[in-house]
T-cell receptor
Framework: KNEVEQSPQNLTAQEGEFITINCSYS?????LHWLQQHPGGGIVSLFM???GKKKHGRLIATINIQEKHSSLHITASHPRDSAVYIC??????????FGAGTRLTVKP | ETGVTQSPTHLIKTRGQQVTLRCSSQ?????VSWYQQALGQGPQFIFQ???????GRGNFPPRFSGLQFPNYSSELNVNALELDDSALYLC????????????FGPGTRLLVL
């Protein structure tokens, strides 16, 4: 069992839909990152969380430390949001563990 | 644009050879991390350097080594290349310490034949 589990693995949505991607982890962490990876490999860091909630534009990330769970929400989704979204945790031992990613396709 | 650059963008090597990949971090970023991402998989943490010292290491053999320089550049060296080393190699820099946003470079795609 992976230490960082994401769901769903693949997600197809229509433009404008509200999207939620979930991440659960089983290790102690100092922070959790949500990353966006476009075709070709470029990775963009979307959020870094250690508690609570953060919002940036149409993106919202939440984390529940007690439940070891985080969610990434996209409001009013757009085709340009199509990418792989990766949840990554920083362990207390200066290590990073990654989820397998969620492939999002937003259709016009 | 994250301000982090990597070179080369693509590289082809043969089994047994050695390779050096380079990363240039944002100025002032004392921490650099290297990741390996095989095709269709999530990134795997290789190691992290902070102020030129190795600060953490993932489950990679000693033939994966690194260097970090005072000018915010760093290298990933891989000796005795194996076919399974074919992957996208990403570096990411941050100011330093835990709980810092990491800025990723575009990656170097390595193919080992």
């Amino acid at each position: 069992k992976n230490e960082v589990e994401q769901s769903p693995q693949n997600l197809t949505a229509q433009e404008g839909e509200f999207i939620t991607i979930n991440c659960s982890y089983s290790v102690g962490i100092s922070a959790l990152h949500w990353l966006q990876q476009h075709p070709g490999g470029g990775i963009v860091s979307l959020f870094m969380l250690s508690s609570g909630k953060k919002k940036h534009g149409r993106l919202i990330a939440t984390i529940n430390i007690q439940e070891k769970h985080s969610s990434l929400h996209i409001t009013a989704s757009h085709p340009r949001d199509s990418a792989v979204y990766i949840c990554a945790v920083e362990t207390c031992g200066n290590d990073m563990r990654f989820g397998a990613g969620t492939r999002l396709t937003v259709k016009p | 644009e994250t301000g982090v650059t990597q070179s080369p963008t693509h590289l082809i090597k043969t089994r047994g050879q050695q390779v050096t990949l380079r990363c240039s971090s944002q100025s002032g970023h004392n921490t650099v991390s290297w990741y390996q991402q095989a095709l269709g998989q999530g990134p795997q943490f290789i190691f992290q350097y902070y102020r030129e010292e190795e600060n953490g290491r993932g489950n990679f053999p000693p033939r994966f080594s690194g260097l970090q320089f005072p000018n915010y550049s760093s290298e990933l060296n891989v000796n005795a290349l194996e076919l399974d080393d074919s992957a996208l190699y990403l570096c990411a820099s941050s100011l330093g310490g835990n709980q810092e946003t990491q800025y990723f470079g575009p990656g170097t795609r390595l193919l080992v034949l």
